[in-house]
Each structure stands twice: as structure tokens, then as C-alpha cells.
């Protein structure tokens, strides 16, 4: 039993999660798909008019019912199966990361940039509520996110989904190597 | 469209939208009672634990996959993408229905210029908050509570991209 308490290796984890795509299409033909969700709760908390969010929200509650599991999950595997011990950070990042002081690897969110104490710094607002933003943003305007492009779309050869998910990791390559260490530096 | 009834015209927005934003939209066409629903929190679960077991929730992870590192990422969502592959091939070929009999459909994107800005911008946002939309549910089920400001300010940008939605290139 003690795999349960290491963190898992990719070649459980991917097949896994790639598994989901036919388990939802399977229990109740659902495309597999997160960001959507961020939609749902526009639609039905704050529609306000606008053409984009005036839909039966309540016809894909399947969805919130999904991402509410995640959350569950998250907290279940803390509480019962812990990864044990911090981060095993790759050396070359633990040495950019030193120089920024980042040096703690306990949690999974870096404990020194993501917290409460945090969140009002330039740095904190920076990340987290400018990284939110464009996360929200640009998953709606890409129409998807790295499930519903990456994985459920790549599943049905969809080439708008490669194409999307070229742009997710070209954004990503530009903001971790180029432009997140002048945001660390602040 | 200004003659036409306004219940025609809603028909048609919701028609282009979901054209444009096929993803996650559900297809089934039965109607079941709300606690159905409880399959797909279980599904969700499912996917939380192998989220922090596998740390691709974790921030340092998705560092070093923007960074080239490591080859964890690309073999989580390699391998993910091959049995997706391999298993929308296998639903096609051989006809599987859904439990409740009912055909399963797939939808075909239609490619518009969102997928390459909107794709870009949510790049950048994945590198800076570690997360896509799906770990940041898990990383407040882990006791990260500030990420509820994180996601919270997701459904913001998602709110204003609907504001703005007609005004932007597609």
C-alpha cells in the first residue's frame, strides 16, 4: 500500500485521466471539459443580459456537479492518501527559484507567492488575480481549456484543438522563461 | 433577423455560440431527475485524487514543463490524449451507446481566430497561476483557500469575455 502515499508516475496518471473521456461520453454523452463550468456559474449568477450567458445553465449542471467532485477529491486525497514529503523539485528550477527566495517545496502550491499574506503584494496580485483573469479569458475566447481542447478535443482529431493547444504552450513558454522572472523579481 | 421573434433569434445566438464553444456542452437528450448528476461528482473525484497524486496540480510542475525539465507533463497529457484517441476510435468503430442506450455524438470545432489569441492569453495565465481551470479546483481542496480569489477572478475574465464577446475577433 505504500504507493499510495508516493506521488504517482505519469504513465498511471495520463491513462487514467484519458480513460475519462470515454467514461463521460459513456454514463451520459458528455464531452469532457472544465473551463465551461467558469460559464455556468456566469450564467447563473450574474447573466445580466448578455447573449453569451442567457442558456439553460441548469442543462449542464453535470458540469458543476464535476468540478465540485474535483474540489472534493483534492481534499479527500489530502486528508487520507498525502504525498509524503515536499516537491521533488528538478535542480535546475530549484536553483532560478533560490534566487527569487522561493525555497519551499512543501505544498504543491508554492507556499511563498500563493498565500493570504501575499495576495495584496504587486507579485501576488500579479499571479493570482491577473493569472486568474487570463486563465478565465482566454480559455472562454479559445473555447476550451487543456481538457476540453488538449485531451477531449486531440481525442477527436479536432484540428482547431491542436492548433489551441500549440497557442496554450507557446503562452506558457513565453510567460515561465521570459516574462514570470521579471514578476518573481518584484 | 430584427423581423424575425426574438425566441428565433435567442435559437440562433445560442446556435453560433455553441458553434464556437462546443466544448463541454452536453449532448444527451434525456431528462433525468438532479441526483444523476451525483455520477459525475463521483467522475470528478476520481479525477481530483489522480490531480494531487500525480502533483499536476502542483505550480513547480507546470514550471518545469514550460521550462523543458521535465518529462512528467508531456507524459501525463501525452498518454491521456492516446487512450482518449484510442477510445473515441473504439466508440466510433464499434457503435458503443451510453448506459441509458442513447447514441453517443461527437461534435466537429470549427476553427476561428479565439482558439489562437484566447489560446495565447490562457497560455500565459496556466504558467503564472500553475494551474488550468481543473487544478484550481483541487488546489482549494487541498487548503490552498486563496486560490478562491484565483478562481474567482477566472469567473470574472470569463464574465467580461462574454461582455465584450461581439466586440472581439473570431
Given amino acids: 500500500m505504500n504507493w499510495l502515499f508516493q506521488p504517482w508516475p505519469w504513465y498511471i496518471a495520463g491513462p487514467l485521466i484519458g480513460l475519462i473521456v470515454p467514461l463521460l461520453l459513456l454514463i451520459g454523452n458528455k464531452t469532457f471539459g472544465i473551463s465551461s463550468s467558469l460559464r455556468h456559474m456566469c450564467a447563473a449568477c450574474l447573466p445580466a443580459n448578455i447573449p453569451f450567458f442567457k442558456y439553460d445553465w441548469k442543462k449542464e449542471a453535470w458540469n458543476l456537479f464535476f468540478v465540485g467532485g474535483i474540489l472534493v477529491g483534492g481534499f479527500l ?10 516537491v521533488d523539485v528538478t535542480p535546475a528550477l530549484a536553483k532560478d527559484l533560490a534566487t527569487y527566495g522561493i525555497t519551499d517545496y512543501s505544498g504543491l502550491v508554492p507556499a511563498q507567492l500563493f498565500t493570504w499574506s501575499t495576495l495584496l503584494s504587486v507579485k501576488g496580485l500579479l499571479l493570482m488575480v491577473g493569472g486568474g483573469f487570463l486563465v478565465g479569458f482566454g480559455t472562454r475566447y479559445a473555447g476550451g481549456c487543456t481538457s476540453g481542447h488538449a485531451i477531449s478535443g486531440l481525442s477527436n482529431l479536432q484540428l482547431p484543438s ?25 | 433577423m430584427s423581423d424575425q421573434p426574438i425566441s428565433n433569434e435567442e435559437e440562433t445566438i445560442e446556435y453560433e455560440t455553441r458553434h464556437l464553444d462546443s466544448a ?20 470528478g473525484l476520481l479525477f481530483g485524487v489522480i490531480f494531487v497524486k500525480a502533483e499536476i496540480i502542483s505550480w513547480f510542475r507546470i514550471q518545469e514543463m514550460f521550462r523543458m525539465e521535465s518529462f512528467h507533463m508531456y507524459g501525463v497529457i501525452g498518454s491521456a490524449v492516446a487512450v482518449g484517441i484510442l477510445s473515441v476510435f473504439l466508440i466510433k468503430k464499434f457503435n458503443i451507446k451510453t448506459i441509458y442506450g442513447e447514441e453517443v455524438e461527437f461534435k466537429a470545432k470549427t476553427f476561428n481566430k479565439g482558439h489562437i489569441i484566447g489560446g495565447f492569453m ?8 500553475g494551474a488550468c ?19 474567482f477572478s477566472a469567473i470574472a475574465g470569463t ?8 466586440k472581439l475577433p473570431h
Fill in chain 1, 162 to 186: 491542436l492548433i489551441a493547444t500549440c497557442c496554450f504552450m507557446a503562452g506558457g513558454f513565453l510567460m515561465a522563461n521570459f516574462i514570470l522572472p521579471i514578476i518573481l523579481s518584484l
Fill in chain 2, 133 to 151: 481551470p481543473g487544478p484550481l479546483f483541487a488546489q482549494i481542496g487541498t487548503g490552498a483557500t486563496v486560490i478562491a480569489v484565483t478562481l
Fill in chain 2, 122 to 129: 490562457f497560455g500565459l495565465g496556466w504558467a503564472m497561476t
Fill in chain 1, 77 to 86: 486525497t489530502v486528508l487520507l492518501i498525502p504525498n509524503k514529503g515536499a
Fill in chain 2, 24 to 43: 463541454c456542452l452536453n449532448e444527451s437528450h434525456l431528462k433525468h431527475p438532479w441526483w444523476y448528476n451525483l455520477k459525475y461528482l463521483l467522475v
Fill in chain 2, 159 to 166: 464574465w467580461i469575455y462574454g461582455y465584450f464577446r461581439e
